[in-house]
């Protein structure tokens, strides 16, 4: 059943001022502090249940209220800290076809190439691939570089129009009637290879000349492109998107990965602290080579170490390509390194003495070509270009965002030598994906002062020595200890509970599983002033919706697209100090009005890809009117804990003439539980956890 424009406008106007007053007030009430004490009132089982659920997962399914007080809450806590003891093959299955979650950052590069590579291809120094599938690919991707090295040469007004890409009312009659030329041989065609079988189409399809594929793609509609393609294998439908975007593809499929497994998978307490760890040590997606690297990143360095010793978490993440080129550690030289100064490596060079004298003031003249605090001044897209000294990037993020704090003590000359410690730390061969190298030429030489202990020269030794002090440090502790509290309890965490988890961080040497089980076991956790404050980020709620309505999701697409329109792009934040997972960011009225016709689609089964069986929710029998539905999906969706405010507002919304247009006489309609379900995903009571 559709729903009545004005309905909705209506719905969502009124939902959206609701959500907005209240979630502010929530905000306001847990920053100015609840005088409530923990020993005044106790959550009873079900709310320990709901509470362990909205916190340590993304939201609760249908039944896992049940299943986790039939477990027990403390039991089912030490199994989520525990995930390998998890079955998870029901997640392995359905990311099946996503062949470049599981690839190397050198396969993806040689499957879905990116632009740099393709100059070189153009000039001969590198042969096209002899794989059919490959060879495809890089035939339309050299196409499109040569496309645009003409267009360069020629100028843009000497390219022929796209007539497939121009707007109607921009174009020629001759330039329609060349639009309509190229879709009726594009239907022709395809009724052609609607008569093959899979691998036959395949072979046809990428045996097109590039321009004519192009155009083939483009005047068919999504829908008929999607039963073209229905059919085939993961690796061939992979390969037709690539043909049109590369990078797209491997972008697409993290990005898809990454909501499955918030979605799906049932080591949840692992998904939210991988989550909660990229955001911590954030590289962003959209600079140059991270585009591939960020796959390996998340599934080889983060989630392996989301639960196991910071200190071993800091190096992984130190050393990974995809850290060492966001953050340009990658391309950093010491000044008077090998490679800086423009010499060989020599055997006999005492670079102890070399260190003393320098310090003493004897320079030697090449070096004023290289200035100490010069920033590295490497185009990062271009990793062939010579570096040029030191680079300050990461030293400066890895103290103030990743250990210490910003006010954990240390000082820019701190900074400067924590940057000479990591010369050297490099990425071999990034354009075929490769892994972390440590280059002694780059590095370096002499010893340095930094917080106040002195490192000798120690190559590779000297960096790890370094991070690791950083990893022991009480203000470290302190700072990861507050954060994970604000993601954990509430925005404005309790003092007495940070000071025992960084007591638990210092005796354990960091131990992460150690730490979160002092904070889940505390009574400021389970106290009842921060049951349901704590707001969700657009990729929680998202994700939490998906998981109350027990949603199948075969196309996580517009998922994807509907986060990034709330301000939260998977892998998409520039600055290395991730998204937020306090309130303040998420609470405005442009946001929670996109999270309304959000809740709205995914009520009413208007997301492609994505549905909702009704059954999943009622049962067997649906309700009969909409007062019994709205009753039930409460229920379901809030466990029933709904405010009076929200729910009078609801049901005024779904049976006020006035709002609904319907007539007194008019005969009675079954209730749209779309619509019902909807406003419930709406609500500021869904909007928190």
């Not at 907005?20 to 005044?40: G, P, T, V, Y």
């Not at 645009?148 to 007539?163: H, I, R």
């Not at 701190?414 to 490769?434: F, K, N, S, Y």
């Not at 340095?448 to 690791?468: C, I, P, S």
Request: charged content about 25%; glycine content about 6%.
């Amino acid at each position: 059943m559709k729903l009545h424009t004005k309905f909705a406008a209506i719905i969502v106007a009124a939902s959206l001022t609701v959500s907005a007053s209240l979630l502010l007030a929530a905000d306001r009430k847990h920053r100015h502090d609840n005088k409530k004490s923990a020993e005044a009132a106790r959550m009873d089982q079900r709310e320990r249940a709901i509470h362990a659920l909205n916190r340590l997962t993304f939201g609760p399914r249908p039944g896992d209220v049940e299943k986790v007080m039939a477990m027990g809450v403390d039991k089912w806590i030490d199994q989520q800290l525990h995930p390998s003891t998890i079955d998870n093959s029901a997640l392995d299955a359905r990311l099946a076809p996503y062949r470049t979650l599981q690839m190397s950052t050198g396969q993806l590069i040689a499957d879905f190439p990116p632009p740099q590579l393709f100059k070189a291809i153009a000039d001969g120094r590198i042969p096209m691939p002899r794989d059919p599938y490959r060879r495809a690919v890089y035939e339309a991707s050299l196409q499109r570089y040569q496309a645009q090295l003409s267009k360069k040469q020629d100028g843009a007004q000497a390219q022929p129009a796209d007539v497939m890409q121009m707007p109607l009312d921009q174009m020629t009659p001759e330039q329609k009637q060349q639009r309509r030329q190229i879709r009726q041989d594009a239907y022709a065609k395809l009724q052609q290879l609607e008569q093959l079988p899979a691998d036959s189409r395949m072979t046809a399809l990428i045996q097109m000349d590039p321009v004519e594929r192009r155009d083939f793609y483009r005047a068919l509609d999504p829908i008929k492109r999607q039963q073209l393609t229905a059919d085939l294998t993961p690796r061939q439908k992979e390969t037709l998107l690539a043909i049109e975007n590369p990078i797209a593809v491997v972008n697409g499929e993290a990005m898809a990965g990454k909501l499955l497994r918030a979605a799906y998978s049932d080591r949840q307490l692992q998904e939210v602290m991988t989550d909660f760890w990229f955001n911590h040590f954030n590289v962003f997606i959209g600079k140059g080579l991270d585009r591939y690297m960020v796959t390996s990143y998340e599934r080889d360095v983060i989630r392996p170490n989301a639960l196991g010793k910071f200190k071993d978490l800091l190096l992984a993440t130190a050393k990974s390509p995809a850290m060492l080129f966001y953050l340009d550690n990658w391309q950093s030289v010491g000044p008077d390194s090998d490679v800086a100064l423009h010499r060989n490596p020599r055997p006999n060079f005492n670079r102890a003495a070399y260190r003393r004298r320098r310090m003493g003031g004897v320079f030697f003249p090449q070096m004023a070509r290289f200035p100490r605090n010069r920033p590295n001044a490497r185009n990062p897209q271009n990793p062939n270009a010579a570096p040029r000294g030191i680079n300050e990037n990461y030293a400066r993020e890895v103290m103030e965002l990743h250990t210490l704090g910003v006010n954990g003590g240390y000082t820019q000359q701190d900074v400067i030598e924590l940057a000479r410690i990591l010369t050297g730390w490099t990425i071999a061969q990034p354009l075929r994906g490769g892994s972390f190298v440590f280059n002694p030429r780059m590095h370096e030489p002499g010893s340095e002062l930094f917080l106040g202990h002195v490192y000798k020269d120690d190559g590779e030794k000297e960096g790890e020595k370094a991070l690791a002090f950083l990893a022991r440090q009480p203000a470290t502790a302190r700072h990861i200890c507050t954060e994970l509290a604000e993601r954990f309890v509430s925005d404005d965490p309790p003092p007495s509970l940070v000071d025992r988890m960084t007591k638990t961080w210092l005796s354990t040497d960091g131990d992460i599983r150690q730490v979160l089980g002092t904070m889940f076991h505390s009574p400021e956790f389970w106290n009842p002033d921060v049951y349901r404050v704590k707001v969700k980020t657009p990729f929680e709620f998202v994700v939490s919706a998906v998981r109350a309505t027990d949603a199948n999701v075969q196309n996580p697409a517009p998922l994807i697209q509907t986060i990034n329109r709330m301000g939260e792009p998977l892998y998409g934040c520039q600055p290395p100090n991730g998204y937020s997972t306090k309130a303040r960011p998420w609470v405005n009225s442009g946001a929670l009005l996109d999270r309304m016709n959000f809740s709205v689609a995914l009520g009413l089964n208007r997301l492609p890809g994505v549905r909702i069986q009704e059954a999943n929710l009622l049962g067997p029998t649906p309700p009969s009117s909409a007062l019994a539905a709205q009753d039930r999906l409460e229920a379901v969706l809030l466990d029933g804990n709904v405010s009076k405010q929200t729910h009078d507002i609801i049901e005024k919304r779904l049976t006020d003439p006035m709002v609904t247009g319907r007539k007194l006489d008019d005969p009675p309609r079954p209730p749209n539980l779309g619509v019902i379900a909807g406003l419930i995903l709406g609500s500021p009571e869904f909007q928190r956890h």
